[in-house]
């Protein structure tokens, strides 16, 4: 979140690439240059993905059958057995209920600075980015500890059974999620009521009351499949996860494995998936000169038209007004380029399925590149201001108390070097653009009949994925502009 970028440390992933000595709260003491030109790097990353392709379409074989789940159950294994226990079970329930319940006191009664309240640092770091890599790198964690399920599971069993009232049209789709995603994106990355620990409290307040009173007219497992946006962002993201729960066991399985759908995916999961790959790429302009300038020229041209004096007392921030209509228009953007290439997969495939079940089959291969570039984007800052966490856990409200003995921690910002941050960043995009088109191929050879018209499909995959790569690249290797 903005706040936290401006107030605690820099992410280091965008930080690396300063041309200027920066300052301390920017994470790093020197400058780190890239190690090559690039335009070097650029082509060598395209290159990769280039690579990927034809070796898959040299080597692989197979008629797209591929087995989720190996037989192996982790829970079998001495060291995890107690994790299968419901005592187990029920005190990781019970403690996910405690930090919610924590979240929300301390908003409403904590100290109202930012940096001295537990809620914030939890929600926008720990909570939304830890969960994230949880989801992606273990499995879907949410699904067990998600606490407005958990209560709503208590509630039920103490009232003997709740509703539904009513069945879920099947007209709204997931377009509940899509809107309340958007409202969360815009929360996060455009609204400063996030960071105030008492607005936190009540709109986490609000949300749990929308929810719960979702869940009592439309049945809990409708509307955490279809409205909910946050079990279907960690849902979504478990599916590449190398682990599935299912009925008691853990079951190891290949990565990505669980990305590949038998049936295609409706249009608003479609617009679910693209806008939740925008908001991260969203995030990563913000801070890059070119949106810097685009700013500068847009507050000055405010300033001399004709409403300026309107929005002066109305006091609308033209900044705030055009990071709104960005994120609105760059969903719109990202959804008609996907579906103008799905459009040309459909006819290179023989033109023989819709363009809207193409984009159905195929959206799934892009959640490898939102995890990779959440990763390289995320990951030193939740390593390096996570750690606020630490002092945090001591004095929760903010009012002097040391519980734990850590109130004077102090945040290492050596943790990860600017070099390290810069090679996991790259190495991590490459990795989920090449993983990407290993779904999409998987998919092709499931969708078209014909080995040569899924091959051929995936020409025009290929250059979506080579152009998001090189996009991706060059927003990671932006100077800071905050």
């Known amino acids: 979140m903005k706040i936290y970028k401006k107030n605690f440390l820099v992410p280091a992933v965008l930080m690396v690439f300063l041309e200027a000595d920066p300052a301390w709260g920017h994470a790093f003491g020197a400058r780190y240059d890239l190690p090559l030109p690039l335009w070097l790097i650029l082509i060598g990353a395209a290159t990769a993905v280039v690579l990927s392709f034809c070796i898959m379409a040299l080597f692989l074989k197979h008629n797209g059958e591929v087995e989720e789940a190996l037989t192996f159950n982790l829970l079998k294994l001495p060291g995890f057995r107690w994790l299968s226990l419901e005592f187990f079970l029920n005190c990781a329930r019970v403690f996910s209920v405690s930090i919610f319940l924590l979240v929300i006191f301390t908003g409403l009664f904590g100290n109202p600075a930012t940096l001295k309240n537990f809620s914030p640092t939890f929600v926008w770091v720990i909570w939304w ?26 509630f039920e069993k103490a009232m003997g059974g709740i509703g539904p009232f009513y069945i879920y049209p099947l007209k709204f789709s997931r377009w509940p999620a899509v809107f309340l995603f958007g409202v969360f994106a815009w929360l996060e990355l455009i609204s400063g009521l996030g960071k105030e620990p008492l607005s936190l409290a009540w709109l986490i307040i609000a949300y749990s009351a929308l929810t719960w009173s979702g869940m009592i007219l439309f ?149 490898p590149i939102a995890i990779a570039y959440h990763l390289s984007h995320y990951l030193s800052y939740m390593m390096i201001t996570g750690q606020n966490i630490i002092p945090l856990l001591s004095d929760p409200f903010g009012i002097g108390w040391d ?14 070097s600017a070099k390290q941050v810069w090679y996991l960043g790259v190495a991590a995009i490459v990795i989920g653009h090449v993983i990407a088109v290993y779904v999409a191929h998987i998919m092709a050879i499931r969708v078209f009949a014909e080995r040569l018209a899924a091959l051929k499909s995936q020409i025009p995959m290929l250059v979506l994925m080579i152009g998001y790569t090189m996009v991706s690249l060059w927003v990671l290797s932006q100077p800071i502009v905050d």
Do not use: H
């Open 129 to 154: 980015n830890g969960m994230a890599f949880a989801s992606a790198l273990i499995g879907n964690l949410w699904s067990l500890v998600n606490p407005w399920k958990i209560i709503f599971v208590w």
């Open 403 to 416: 519980l734990f003995g850590t109130i004077n921690y102090r945040v290492d910002i050596s943790i990860i």
């Open 219 to 367: 049945g809990r497992q409708a509307w955490l499949r279809n409205a909910d946006p946050f079990s279907a962002v960690f849902d979504l993201l478990a599916r590449f996860a190398p682990s599935v729960g299912n009925s008691g066991r853990w079951l190891l399985r290949l990565p990505a494995v669980g990305l590949l759908d038998k049936r295609p995916v409706t249009f608003s999961g479609i617009c679910f998936v693209l806008l939740l790959l925008t908001t991260v790429t969203f995030d990563g302009i913000l801070e890059t000169p070119m949106w810097a300038e685009l700013m500068e020229w847009v507050s000055y041209s405010w300033s001399l038209s004709e409403i300026s004096f309107i929005t002066q007392i109305s006091y609308f921030d033209p900044i705030d007004i055009s990071k709104v209509i960005a994120l609105i228009i760059l969903p719109c953007i990202f959804i008609m380029v996907y579906m103008a290439f799905c459009y040309a997969i459909a006819a290179f495939g023989g033109g023989y399925i819709s363009t809207l079940d193409v984009a159905g089959y195929f959206v799934l291969s892009l959640v």
